[in-house]
């Protein structure tokens, strides 16, 4: 790919102004002026490409450069510390990777700046789901920079070896397909399954998308709570029964993405549901990853037929305590320009917003997962949109938590947080 010309076409459309100067700091809260530094806040970049993005940038914007102010790789210790900045109505941070639930409540707040939809000219080229991400009472708050859908991996070899052709397409049939393979020799130690399922946000995931693939819902359409139903239960019982069968691994009970992630490349597990930012780690072969050549990639699979994802992914906003608006404001057309965003794919596998990348045959020959990836994404359900998002997701964490731990059936873990919801979501 001829990244260096386009490289050099998107920093002189992107980049005019380069003066040095840094007349944002009096600027009101909305109003995108002021050119100079800026820093980007974001999450432990594990891709390790972020800084090769950021330096793009930097090399034809000497007066406008962008400092990668890396948080922790948690995400509600993000959150935490982007809110403890917002307080303090601190310019530390300028752009804000933000998890795509947090756009109502920094909104609500003021703690980001409306981007006024002429000032993003790529916008109507974005998956219409991403953008709705980025929304707030419609008026737009952020970009989409990458998206996310839940995937399964699993152990193709193993498969192929126990005489199954394909990859399980219900939680039943995932089930049959762990008892066969654990008849082979190569298959001695290894667990079935295994999510996310520390008490973090991607416990909210992944519970969100075991009630969501039996026909549930955390919130319904209207916006209210309706968690306490037999199907949400159907879909929590499934987790439940995981960890008490030994079908998941007790050690899940500690993983987060990344713990996941390398559980899986060492062979110790026959399914993950993870992120698309798996393959290529999993894919290399410089030893870090036992499975390379391996495994596959398949939508997640559900009570009934294919599952539901919970909709991820990062959009970038702007601080409206930050100075140098109009820096930040081209740096993130920067970054989720067509070519960016490609650049990104093809080193860190993360999944574009770009809807043209799904359907680039190049990019779908280098990553197959890209046709189940584009179906996750479209099939998947937001988590709770909600301006006390933070309140909500850690009820969902306590209730979903406990019922894994035993510590609470999954009737009462429903019910106390049918409860809890209907205290925190008031609108």
């Not at 909210?204 to 209210?224: C, I, L, R, W």
Request: glycine residues 10%; proline residues 5%.
């Amino acid at each position: 790919m001829a990244v260096a010309s386009s490289l050099a076409l998107l920093a002189t459309a992107c980049g005019s102004g380069d003066d040095g100067s840094s007349s944002g700091g009096g600027s009101s809260a909305g109003a995108l002026e002021g050119r100079g530094p800026i820093t980007l806040a974001g999450g432990k970049d594990t891709s390790g490409n972020l800084q090769n993005q950021i330096n793009a940038w930097n090399a034809s914007h000497p007066n406008e450069k962008v400092e990668l102010k890396e948080l922790p790789e948690d995400a509600d210790a993000q959150r935490q510390q982007m809110v403890q900045n917002a307080t303090a109505k601190s310019d530390a941070y300028s752009v804000l990777v933000m998890d795509v639930v947090w756009t109502s409540e920094f909104a609500a707040n003021q703690w980001i700046t409306q981007i006024p939809e002429d000032k993003v000219p790529d916008l109507g080229k974005l998956i219409p789901a991403t953008v709705e991400t980025a929304k707030y009472r419609d008026k737009l708050y952020g970009v989409p920079i990458t998206s996310d859908g839940g995937l399964l991996y699993y152990r193709k070899d193993l498969l192929t070896k126990a005489g199954i052709a394909d990859a399980p397409k219900t939680w039943d049939e995932m089930t049959a397909d762990c008892t066969k393979v654990a008849a082979l020799p190569e298959a001695k130690g290894m667990s079935c399954y295994a999510g996310q399922f520390e008490k973090y946000e991607g416990l909210t995931v992944n519970f969100s998308e075991a009630v969501n693939s039996a026909g549930g819902s955390v919130v319904g359409k209207d916006g209210k709570p309706d968690v306490n139903t037999p199907e949400a239960k159907a879909g929590l019982e499934e987790l439940v029964n995981g960890f008490k069968t030994g079908a998941i691994p007790k050690a899940a009970i500690t993983y987060k993405e990344e713990e996941s992630r390398r559980a899986f490349q060492d062979g110790k597990l026959l399914f993950l549901r993870n992120w698309p930012y798996v393959y290529s780690l999993a894919s290399k072969t410089d030893g870090s990853s036992k499975v390379a050549g391996k495994f596959g990639v398949a939508p997640l699979p559900g009570k009934d037929g294919a599952g539901v994802s919970s909709l991820g992914g990062h959009d970038y906003a702007i601080s409206s305590f930050a100075k140098n608006k109009a820096t930040a404001i081209d740096f993130i057309n920067f970054m989720a320009s067509e070519a960016r965003q490609k650049a990104n794919i093809e080193k860190t596998s993360q999944a574009p917003t770009w809807q043209s990348l799904y359907d680039d045959a190049t990019l779908n020959k280098q990553f197959p997962y890209l046709a189940p990836l584009k179906a996750s994404i479209l099939g998947a359900q937001p988590r709770p949109r909600v301006v006390k998002y933070g309140d909500v997701t850690a009820a969902i964490q306590e209730a979903a938590y406990n019922a894994l731990n035993g510590k609470s059936t999954p009737d009462q873990a429903l019910s106390d947080l049918q409860t809890k919801l209907q205290s925190l979501i008031t609108q």
